[in-house]
């Protein structure tokens, strides 16, 4: 594998190569900051090969994305053969982690909630991201994790942290910590595909659901599911009826 190839492989591992990683975005204002970081604890992992007929270990990936910088828009790396900063480029702000309590790499950047849908993270790890911000409401959803796993096998899982200044009006996250208002998804080898990230924020700083945001969103899923019942309960009787009057028509002829 030639230069160029393994340096690819290596800034689409950005964030993927530990047993863990984590994912933590704040909305605050206009402002939804980001860091991504993964550390592995385990030194007898350090010298791990990462990507087959290569020598590429996980602790020379480590240290050779320290040198690269890393653009934080999504397909917007800047050189590809040169760690430059290049002028037009946004990149993540990263940190070496080498210490006792392991070796990692972190990276954060600032988006805004104009710009924050073309985060190279969230869109690097998921087939589909969508990130709506509109007058009233703030929308997120991410499906499919799957290329977050994809080539990387030593990752396991990722934990999803989000926490806002926005009023919550639904969500299906895994768990809650009311304590830090954090939000929280976990994404794993297992149910990477099938996964789905959703939550809807109110712009409205007063608003106060009626119920807690994960009921509502699960009655409006199951209000949907009742209406699909329906429709389809609908369509599969007039079928029947059709099909029905012409066996009767055709008997009497």
């Known amino acids: 594998m030639n230069k160029f190839k393994i340096i690819v492989c290596i800034l689409f591992s950005m964030f993927l190569i530990g047993c863990e990683a ?6 605050d204002g206009n402002s939804v ?8 604890q385990d030194s007898s992992k350090y010298d791990t090969i990462l990507f087959s007929h290569t020598d590429i270990t996980y602790k020379s990936s480590i240290y050779e994305n ?6 934080a828009f999504y397909l917007k790396n800047g050189d590809p053969y040169e760690p430059v900063i290049m002028d037009g480029v946004e990149y993540y702000n990263q940190d070496l982690i080498d210490d006792n309590e392991g070796l990692g790499i972190k990276y954060d950047y600032n988006f805004t909630l104009d710009n924050y849908r073309e985060s190279n993270a969230a869109r690097s790890c ?3 991201f969508g990130f709506g911000n ?6 997120i959803y991410a499906n499919d994790a799957s290329y977050c796993f994809n080539g990387h096998k030593m990752l396991d899982k990722v ?3 989000l926490k806002t200044t926005y009023p919550v009006i639904s969500h299906n996250a ?3 910590d009311k304590d830090n208002n954090t939000y929280t998804w976990n994404v794993t080898t297992k149910n990477a595909e099938n996964k789905i990230i959703k939550m809807e924020l109110s712009k409205d700083l007063n608003y106060k659901p009626e119920k807690d945001s994960k009921v509502i969103l699960e ?3 199951f209000m949907t599911m009742i209406i699909a019942f329906a429709v389809f309960a609908l369509v599969g009787g007039i079928i029947v009826l059709i099909l029905y009057n012409k066996s009767k028509t055709t008997n009497k002829i």
Do not use: C, M, Q, R
């Open 134 to 139: 509109g007058d009233k409401k703030i929308s």
């Open 219 to 221: 009655e409006n899923n």
């Open 33 to 40: 900051s980001e860091d991504v970081s993964f550390i592995e």
């Open 174 to 176: 895994d768990k809650f």
């Open 22 to 27: 984590t994912y933590n975005v704040n909305i």
């Open 66 to 71: 320290a040198k690269w910088p890393t653009g």
């Open 159 to 161: 934990t999803i942290n």
């Open 126 to 128: 998921f087939k589909n």
